[in-house]
C-alpha cells in the first residue's frame, strides 16, 4: 500500500453528527456478554538493545554527514537518548486496552496518532499521503540488504543468519560496515537501517530483522513508517497485556518520547508511585510534547471502516482517533468503535493477504476533520 490519503476534510460538527448516530446504530467495540480477560497486573519486559555504540558513531560524525542524515530519515538520533523508564513503562501497561487500542485512565483517553508521530519523527523525505502496506511479492532478503549497503551477494548472504522464526543481520556486521564504508550516504543508510532494527523494530536482540528492510527500502520513495510503528506499539502491547506478561517489542523510546503526562519526569519516580499519578490523570494534565506541530485536522476514518486501520511490518491492527479528541484539546464526542476489537491480525493467519487488500483499499478513501471547536471539553452525550 503506498497510497494517497487524508484526501477529505469534514467539519467537525458533521464528524460529530456522524459518530454519535453510527455508535447508536451499530453499538460498541465489545460484543454483547463480552468479558474482559485482562490479568490483574501486567509484568511486561522493556529489555533493550545496548544502543551505546550507535551513540558513539553519530557522536563521531561532522556536521555535514549528520545533515544528510537529518534530510533522509529526520530526527530519528535525539532517540538514542531518550531513557526507557521500566517503572513508568510498567505503569502505562496497566492502562493499556486491547479492545479499544487506546490508554483508558479515569479522567480521558489517551493514544498515540499518526499526526502526533509524524511531528516527533519530523521526516523531510516522508510524505504523508504515501502509507506502508505488506506487498504480496517480497524481494529476497538478500536482495533489499545489497541495495541498502551496496554490497555484493556473497558478502550479504554469508552474513544473514536464522533467529527464531525470522532471518536477520547481526549488528556488529552492519557496525564494521559503517565504520569501514568509503560512501557516506552508505554509511547514513546502514546508520538508518540499523536505527530501524534496533530501536524501532527491535524484535531479536542484536539484530536487524527481515521484516523491517522491506518497510526501510520503500522510504526513499517517500512512504512514511509512521502508520507500521503504531501498529507495532499497539500489537505488542496488546499481546503483553492479554497474556500479563511479555517482551515490549515496539518503539519504547518513541512512545515515552510521546507520553503526554504533566509531572516531571524523575528516576526516583517508583511504579507504584506512577500508576497512582496515572489513575488520577484528567484532561487538564495532558501537556503536548510537541505543541508548535498540533495538527488542525485529524485523520479519523478510512474507507468502510469507522476508525483508522493500519498495517504494520507483522501484522494489522485498527484505532479510533476519535477516542482521544481531547488529547487534542478538542471537545470530545462520543466515538464510533464497532468492529474495533476484531480487527487486530497477523501476517501469519489465514487469508491475511485478502484483509490487507481490505486496509489498502479504505487508505484510498480517507477522511480527517477539522480539530478545533469552541465550547465544553465534552458533549452531553458524552457525559
Not at 511479555?246 to 511504579?271: M, N, T, Y
Not at 499519578?277 to 474507507?303: F, H, M, S, T, V
Request: a neutral charge; glycine letters at 6%; aromatic letters at 14%.
Amino acid at each position: 500500500m503506498e497510497k494517497g490519503f487524508l484526501d477529505r476534510v469534514e467539519d467537525n460538527a458533521a464528524v460529530r453528527v456522524w459518530s454519535e448516530g453510527t455508535q447508536q446504530e451499530k453499538g460498541d467495540s465489545l460484543i454483547e456478554g463480552y468479558e474482559s480477560e485482562l490479568w490483574d497486573f501486567t509484568r511486561i519486559s522493556v529489555t533493550q538493545n545496548d544502543l551505546q555504540e550507535l551513540r558513539d558513531i553519530w557522536n563521531s560524525w561532522n556536521g555535514k554527514v549528520k545533515q544528510l542524515f537529518y534530510c533522509n530519515y529526520g530526527d530519528l538520533p535525539y532517540l538514542l537518548y531518550v531513557k526507557v523508564d521500566k517503572y513508568l513503562f510498567w505503569a502505562l501497561a496497566q492502562f493499556w486496552n486491547p479492545a479499544y487500542s487506546c490508554f483508558i485512565f479515569v479522567g480521558v483517553d489517551l493514544v498515540p496518532t499518526v499526526e502526533e508521530y509524524m511531528a516527533l519523527l519530523n521526516c523531510p523525505k516522508i510524505q504523508t499521503d504515501r502509507a506502508y502496506s505488506r506487498p504480496l511479492n517480497i524481494p529476497p532478503f538478500f536482495k533489499k540488504l545489497m541495495n541498502t549497503t551496496g554490497m555484493s551477494k556473497q558478502w550479504v548472504t554469508a552474513r544473514i543468519k536464522q533467529k527464531g522464526d525470522s532471518m536477520c543481520i547481526p549488528w556488529r556486521n552492519l557496525r564494521d560496515l559503517i565504520l569501514a564504508h568509503p560512501d557516506s550516504k552508505k554509511r547514513v543508510d546502514v546508520f538508518a537501517l540499523s536505527l530501524y532494527g534496533l530501536i524501532l523494530f527491535p524484535k531479536a536482540l542484536g539484530h536487524i530483522d527481515e521484516a523491517i528492510s522491506d518497510l526501510f527500502d520503500r522510504l526513499d520513495k517517500g512512504t512514511t513508517p509512521v502508520p507500521a510503528i503504531l501498529v507495532e506499539t499497539f500489537r505488542s502491547l496488546n499481546a503483553c497485556q492479554r497474556a500479563g506478561e511479555g517482551r515490549f517489542i515496539g518503539f519504547a523510546q518513541l512512545l515515552l518520547a510521546w507520553e503526554l503526562v504533566a509531572p516531571s519526569r524523575r528516576d526516583d519516580i517508583s511504579e507504584e508511585k506512577w500508576i497512582a499519578i496515572l489513575q488520577n490523570l484528567w484532561a487538564e494534565d495532558i501537556k503536548w510534547r510537541a505543541p508548535w506541530l498540533i495538527p488542525d485536522e485529524i485523520l479519523y476514518r478510512c474507507g468502510d471502516f469507522d476508525w483508522v486501520p493500519l498495517a504494520g511490518i507483522r501484522g494489522a491492527v485498527g484505532y479510533a482517533p476519535l477516542m482521544v479528541l481531547r488529547q487534542y484539546r478538542s471537545r470530545q464526542f462520543i466515538p464510533v468503535t464497532q468492529g474495533l476489537a476484531q480487527c487486530e491480525f497477523s501476517y501469519k493467519d489465514d487469508n491475511y493477504n485478502r484483509r490487507v487488500r481490505e486496509i489498502s483499499d479504505a487508505w484510498n478513501q480517507t477522511r480527517r476533520m477539522k480539530e478545533f471547536t469552541a465550547g465544553l471539553m465534552t458533549t452531553p452525550e458524552y457525559e
